[in-house]
């Protein structure tokens, strides 16, 4: 079973510019999240996407977005990049069971390093 | 306000011995919890978890314990093996925002042979 797949793994871009990261989730997984590593801050939830909606925001700016697709397949974008949005963005996913979404085992992907110069 | 807080940035352990990460909350909302392992470039790797109506939960070598009152959870490995040595990362979440996990700082763990 194929795990959570994140594209590009490594990118450079500089400041001004805009990126759009890609995941595609466990097959079965509707429930997709997005994480920022960075050294100073550790890991920070961005926000999570469950049937096409946001179910859930962290505490960045709106340069930072997401989307969700019907395939459960997301996408998240940061536009006007600064130099400290270089980090490792990892995507998640859960199976969110009939239980309801809470005690769902999350996964993580390898993540897409972005380089901001 | 750092409401998962590992203090111990880095651990030293011998090869075969016990590893025991800590991991401490001030969020009682919370009540489902999650230890991970992550090797640097990579994504962490789900390791066990535990929800608040437990106290103990076991898979394999490694076993969680939650102390609810002290708001408190240990990861114990045993054995310890070489590798073990990666960063370890306490997570937790609570019934609404469920999918939102709240992370600790980490613990460098290092198994020496």
């Known amino acids: 079973k194929a795990g959570v797949t994140q594209t590009p793994r490594y990118l450079i871009k500089t400041r001004g510019q805009q990126v759009t990261l890609s995941c595609s989730p466990i097959s079965g997984h509707r429930s997709v999240s997005w994480y920022q590593q960075t050294p100073g801050q550790g890991l920070q939830f961005l926000f999570e996407y469950f049937s096409e909606t946001q179910r859930n925001k962290g505490n960045f700016p709106g340069r930072f977005s997401g989307r969700q697709f019907s395939n459960s397949r997301s996408e998240m974008n940061v536009s006007t990049l600064e130099l400290g949005d270089s980090a490792l963005y990892l995507c998640?996913?859960?199976?969110?069971?009939?239980?309801?979404?809470?005690?769902?085992?999350?996964?993580f992907g390898e993540g897409s390093w972005l380089t901001v110069v | 306000d750092q409401q998962v807080k590992q203090n111990s940035p880095s651990l030293s352990v011998q090869e075969g011995r016990i590893s025991i990460l800590n991991c401490d909350y001030t969020?009682?909302?919370?009540?489902?919890f999650l230890w991970y392992k992550k090797y640097p470039a990579e994504g962490p790797t789900f390791l066990i978890s535990?929800?608040?109506?437990?106290d103990k939960n076991e898979d394999g070598r490694f076993t969680v314990f939650l102390n609810k009152s002290a708001k408190h959870l240990s990861l114990h490995i045993v054995p310890s093996q070489p590798g073990d040595s990666a960063v370890y990362f306490c997570?937790?979440?609570?019934?609404?925002?469920?999918?939102?996990?709240?992370f600790g700082q980490g613990t460098r763990l290092t198994i020496n042979p």
């Open positions: 535990i929800s608040s109506i437990k």
């Open positions: 997570a937790a979440s609570d019934s609404q925002g469920a999918q939102k996990l709240v």
């Open positions: 998640a996913s859960s199976l969110v069971s009939a239980g309801g979404f809470s005690g769902n085992t999350i996964y």
């Open positions: 969020n009682s909302m919370f009540d489902y």
